[in-house]
């Protein structure tokens, strides 16, 4: 094991270094831009033998991304913000030719001109598509759900490729301690070579992907990748049970739950934010104050039965939106319309409210997770909700 | 448990790297003590204009601060720095502690911090890195009883001259780190250990030095240790009645609302020809261009060549510059064929005072 103070950046770099990947495709923009750097450095050391393609673009790049792992190579790639949005037509077709790319996203404000704050919406955005998608709460975990995110990925009854979030800044920019483990223990996880399947490019036996698809096959394909991430529940519970057992950590799949003990009221996000959600619960179980936090690691696939088994027992869920969806139902984050969405058949359903929090990068400080844990907790006890959708910290 | 930070203040493209090596420095030495931390530069500032202030951090999270720290560390210092006992890393508040740092992570700056580190001693004057944010004093986010470390020259009493009045109470010190060290962060941290004990402890600023720098690891040490005994510092007590300040920093509640924001984006310009009245670059300054009128020719190349629009288009008036624009980058003076621009250290000037 290798303790380090660094970002998480550094610990992705070193998860898709331990998982020996054949070609990069890199094009900067911040905060994606630490990934490719450490990566360009791991190369240039000699420490990592792969392709490293700088492209003229994001399109280029995730274009390039999918043709490689369609040669059946094990790649990177990786984008932020409105560089993500440039790619969008590479990233449209990359589900539906069911390769297994891994691709990290420096999650940042879609673009009011230069705010590389973090904001969810740039993958959110991409909700549709078929990739899979998952956010890490620090450094550590941005390491642990990258290297577990190829084997997810190249699962041959899953073949969807799978995108790392990483919170603008907040996880990409901040040093924080790490353990990163010895690179044959990720070995023995995640061998050299991915498993074989259908549908790698090679001349031995010619084959073409993707070919001009009409009315006739449309419906069949889109099937076929429903499929897809419904198999991906499982095998991501299965992935993550041999993470856990090679490396003695690496938490629940799909829902985490902190603090819940005791709690009728509860939050409930993705990424960073658990951090000062933590700490601010922990302050107030000692001030007598029971209020858990649900940690959603995956939004993509959903697992609604991970999610509904553990909302159930509370009586109001406040779900932090660091997103939002103009002119939704109830005009609220998106996450908040998937939670609410998946409890409404329970006979004894959860009250569902909605707090859109550090838009544009804003900070979340402590302070503000204890008042909106009180605010749930008052709704437990009172049972009544005054405002579905509030705002945090904006000036008003 | 306690919530310790420093703050490090430099300039921008020169000075960045030396931002994140002090934050190395500080954070391994917690860590060598089994006190978890987080080490950060501020994101929204763009280190690559020239001279631009910029900030780096260290949050540390430990159970408490021994009382006896100060007495320890002077100890520690009396003896050679290969004899200094090595730091015991205690992990039994890790946890607890771990989660309290981490609950600070998704901040920009933190919320107080017990040292400023200063890079460059024109800093003292404070900081503008960009017009929304408003000039912050050099103490703006120090603890009451915490403690600046500047590098320089000078005696703390001459800098005290260009730091605004303040209700804190703290204490000013100054070494001549770049004149000890090229990386100067390593004298301006042994400073720091003397002034502000309790942070880390200074056995395990030796041996993250030691660690750090390798080969070099025990010369560096002895700049640690010269540091510690040199550096020279005067109590500063809370300013006496109420403070008037011409320009200060802006508090997040005094931005307009949503509502009083022009919808779409859109900043309004000052009329033609007059200079933005919101954005003074004057805190990115470290030499001021100053003319002399014998050797002028008033061939106007540094009013041309100047790259922030910064001087006078008058030639009677030898060009002179807009002195809340110039960033002080030299241009003019590299320019000019008669060699008529010196570049003066700004502290030289009493109006370099912004208060
Ligand atoms: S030093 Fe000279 S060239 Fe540079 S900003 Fe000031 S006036 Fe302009």
Redesign the interface.
């Given at each position: 094991m290798v303790?380090m103070?660094t970002t998480g950046t550094t610990t992705i770099a070193t998860a898709v270094k331990h998982a020996d990947v054949d070609v990069i495709s890199a094009y900067p923009i911040r905060p994606y831009t630490g990934v490719m750097n450490e990566l360009a450095r791991m190369i240039a050391d000699g420490e990592l033998d792969a392709e490293y393609i700088v492209c003229d673009s994001e399109h280029t790049q995730f274009e390039i991304a999918k043709h490689a792992a369609a040669c059946g190579a094990r790649v990177f790639t990786g984008s932020a913000g409105i560089g993500w949005a440039f790619a969008h037509e590479a990233l449209v077709v990359t589900p539906s030719d069911r390769v297994p790319v891994v691709a990290m996203v420096g999650n940042r404000a879609l673009d009011?001109?230069g705010n590389?704050?973090v904001e969810h919406t740039d993958v959110l955005v991409t909700r549709d598509l078929g990739w899979m998608m998952c956010w890490p709460e620090?450094p550590q975990e941005a390491y642990d759900l990258t290297l577990m995110g190829y084997k997810i990925a190249e699962n041959p009854k899953v073949l969807l490729p799978y995108i790392v979030n990483c919170?603008?800044?907040?996880?990409t920019?901040?040093?924080?301690?790490v353990d990163l483990p010895d690179e044959e223990l990720a070995k023995e996880f995640l061998p050299s070579t991915p498993p074989p399947r259908h549908n790698v490019l090679h001349p031995d036996r010619p084959l073409s992907i993707a070919p001009h698809v009409d009315y006739y096959w449309g419906a069949e394909i889109r099937r076929q990748m429903d499929q897809a991430m419904k198999n991906a529940i499982e095998v991501t519970r299965k992935v993550h049970e041999e993470f856990n057992k090679i490396f003695g950590r690496g938490g629940p799949p799909f829902v985490e739950e902190i603090y819940t003990e005791g709690a009728d009221a509860v939050l409930m996000g993705v990424g960073?934010?658990a951090?000062?959600a933590?700490?601010?619960l922990?302050q107030l179980r000692r001030e007598g104050i029971k209020v858990g936090y649900v940690k959603l690691r995956r939004f993509r696939p959903f697992s609604t039965e991970d999610v509904v088994n553990a909302l159930r027992k509370f009586k109001v869920v406040g779900v932090l939106d660091m997103d939002f969806s103009f002119g939704s139902a109830h005009t609220g984050g998106i996450i908040f319309q998937e939670v609410r969405s998946a409890l409404y058949d329970l006979p004894d359903r959860p009250k569902v409210v909605n707090y859109i929090i550090?838009l544009g990068?804003r900070?979340?400080?402590?302070d503000v997770m204890r008042s909106l844990a009180k605010e749930v907790n008052e709704i437990a006890k009172t049972g009544e909700v005054k405002q579905v959708v509030k705002w945090i910290g904006?000036?008003? | 448990m306690v919530l310790v930070a420093v703050e490090f203040d430099g300039r921008g493209v020169t000075q960045t790297a030396l931002l994140r090596a002090a934050s190395d420095i500080i954070c391994a030495a917690a860590d060598r003590e089994g006190n978890p931390s987080l080490g950060y530069e501020r994101y929204d500032d763009a280190p690559d204009r020239v001279g631009v202030p910029i900030k780096g951090f260290s949050v540390i999270s430990k159970y408490e601060i021994p009382k006896d720290q100060a007495e320890k560390d002077a100890a520690d210092a009396a003896l050679p720095v290969d004899q200094v006992p090595a730091p015991v890393c205690d992990l039994s508040h890790y946890k607890d502690c771990y989660e309290e740092v981490a609950g600070e992570a998704m901040l920009y700056e933190p919320r107080s911090v017990d040292a400023v580190l200063v890079y460059d001693d024109t800093m003292v004057r404070g900081g503008e890195p960009w017009a929304h944010i408003g000039l912050q004093a050099i103490h703006e986010k120090l603890k009451d009883g915490g403690a600046i470390v500047v590098n320089s020259k000078k005696d703390p009493e001459f800098l005290l001259n260009f730091i605004q009045p303040t209700n804190k109470r703290y204490i000013l010190a100054t070494i001549d780190a770049e004149g000890m060290d090229k990386i100067f962060v390593v004298p301006l941290i042994g400073a720091m250990l003397r002034v502000a004990p309790g942070i880390v402890s200074y056995r395990s600023v030796i041996y993250a030095i030691k660690d750090r720098y390798k080969a070099e690891g025990l010369k560096k040490a002895e700049v640690v240790k010269e540091a510690y005994h040199k550096v020279k510092f005067i109590e500063v007590p809370p300013a006496k009645g109420p403070i008037q300040l011409k320009r200060r920093s802006k508090r997040f509640e005094e931005f307009p609302t949503w509502k009083e924001m022009p919808e779409g984006i859109v900043v309004y310009a000052p009329p033609v020809n007059t200079p933005n009245p919101h954005y003074k670059t004057d805190t990115f300054r470290t030499y001021r261009p100053v003319t002399d009128p014998a050797k002028c020719n008033k061939d106007g190349l540094c009013w041309l060549y100047c790259p922030d629009s910064a001087r006078s288009p008058d030639p009677e008036k030898l060009f002179e510059i807009y002195v809340d624009y110039c960033k002080g980058c030299g241009v003019c003076a590299e320019v000019c064929p008669t060699k008529a621009i010196k570049m003066v250290y700004e502290l030289d000037f009493k109006e370099a005072r912004l208060w």
């Open positions: 303790r103070l009011d001109p590389f704050g620090n919170d603008g800044n907040f996880i920019h901040v040093r924080f301690p960073g934010m951090m000062p933590r700490a601010a922990k550090g990068g900070e979340i400080t402590v904006l000036r008003e | -």
